[in-house]
Nanobody, 127 residues
Framework: QVQLAESGGGSVQAGGSLSLSCVAS????????LGWFRQAPGKEREGVAT???????DYAESVKGRFAISRGDLKNTVYLQMNNLKPEDTAVYYC?????????????????????WGQGTQVTVSA
């Protein structure tokens, strides 16, 4: 079992920035494809950004150029820097993990195939 602990988030006005952090733990020496996903009220969870163990990244079209995902020195940490936030970015953001053999491209588009999720952190962007 892997545990995911998110931190960060909060409330900001449109145009502002926020950052999220996540640490994956539970398997000694395991490595994971990691990503950020979000779910707005009344909508399904969607992929935001993912990064695989080789550092390849993938982004939802709606956040390209505004968000940046990265891994920490400890490979089971992942960050999401969110700039130029918009009201439509408002959602609960979840950190997710998939086995290391999964590509960032596949994980972004098929998150529900994998069962490892954090508890979520709220991001609210006001107009």
């Amino acid at each position: 079992q892997v545990q995911l602990a998110e931190s960060g988030g909060g409330s900001v006005q449109a145009g502002g920035s926020l950052s999220l952090s996540c640490v994956a733990s539970g398997y000694t020496n395991a490595e994971w494809c990691l990503g950020w996903f979000r779910q707005a009220p009344g909508k399904e969870r969607e992929g935001v950004a993912t990064i695989d163990i080789d550092g390849s990244t993938d982004y939802a079209e709606s956040v390209k150029g505004r968000f940046a995902i990265s891994r920490g020195d400890l490979k089971n940490t992942v960050y999401l820097q969110m700039n130029n936030l918009k009201p439509e970015d408002t959602a609960v953001y979840y950190c997710g993990a998939a086995p290391k053999t999964v590509s960032s491209w596949y994980f972004l588009r098929n998150p529900e195939h994998f069962g490892y999720w954090g508890q979520g952190t709220q991001v609210t962007v006001s107009a």
